[in-house]
């Protein structure tokens, strides 16, 4: 078979980068066995960067660019978040050497640019997540002890946060079904890299589930969930102090705790 149509070979002929990048992903997801996960992130990065550096050929698609785009990135997400943003970037590269499209991969040499680190924000303390949930439990509980229509739905969700380090996408998507209580363990139903991990959940966290249960009716373990002025509002009313980064604070503690207790390095791996 001959690629006469597509032109000769590291020109890219008439075919743009995207529809390159098109036929690289049905490639992995048939040959390599990416899942959909992976296939979408893998083609939001591409079209992200095409779309930035208005790059049409595959003779534009050149270190100096993704450089330039990557420093950008850098500056808005975290530097973790950028690296595995070249992941997909020199897979594809990769891609297009071995179908001879190019010689070499543009971006194999490429490392991840320098940039100035911002401030760490630490994980809240347990004295301070105690306070925080307290607080909303002593709110919900109001008017001789009825809940309202949602039940305890802050301080659950807080509380969840707390026991299992999951990020906020992670806990808002969780679902009962890949909930076990009896083994005490849960799969992360969408987890941030698509890899479903298994975690062991805690005697504490199996019994505020099984009391949360009878309030959440639907698929979700949490079929709504608090919005982020909500937890900067609580946290002011319980006197914690708002330095940024909230929910991430919720997952550092957790996984700081964990850590303090001695759980093993796998299992915080896979947390």
Not at 33 to 42: F, K, L, M, T
Not at 95 to 110: D, F, G
Not at 125 to 130: G, K, L, P
Request: some cysteine; glycine content about 8%.
């Amino acid at each position: 078979m001959t690629r006469e149509a597509d032109g000769p070979v590291g020109t890219g002929g008439c075919r743009s980068l995207m529809d390159e990048a098109r036929e690289w992903l049905m490639d992995v997801e048939v040959r390599v066995g990416y899942g959909p996960h992976q296939v979408r992130r893998a083609k939001r990065i591409i079209e992200e960067l095409l779309a930035w550096a208005k790059i049409e050929t595959v003779e534009e698609f050149r270190p100096s660019v993704v450089v330039r785009w990557l420093r950008l990135r850098s500056e808005k997400v975290s530097r973790k978040t950028v690296l595995n943003d070249m992941g997909p970037l020199r897979a594809f590269g990769d891609w297009l050497v071995m179908t001879e499209r190019v010689s070499t991969n543009p971006l194999r040499s490429v490392s991840l640019p320098r940039v100035r680190r911002g401030r760490v924000i630490p994980p809240f303390s347990v004295e301070e997540m105690r306070r925080i949930i307290v607080f909303v439990r002593r709110c919900e509980a109001l008017k001789d002890g009825r809940y309202s229509g949602k039940g305890p739905l802050r301080s659950t969700f807080y509380s969840f946060l707390a026991a299992t380090g999951l990020r906020y996408s992670e806990a808002r998507h969780q679902e009962w079904r890949d909930i076990d209580l009896s083994f005490r363990a849960m799969r992360v139903t969408r987890s941030k890299g698509g890899r479903e991990d298994v975690i062991p959940l805690s005697p504490g966290c199996v019994a505020l589930l099984r009391k949360w249960r009878r309030w959440s009716r639907g698929d979700k373990v949490f079929p709504r969930v608090p919005c982020h002025k909500t937890l900067q509002d609580d946290m002011k009313r319980a006197g914690v102090k708002d330095i940024g980064g909230q929910w991430h604070r919720w997952r550092k503690a957790a996984i700081t705790e964990r850590a303090r207790r001695g759980a093993h390095l796998r299992e915080l791996h896979a947390i």
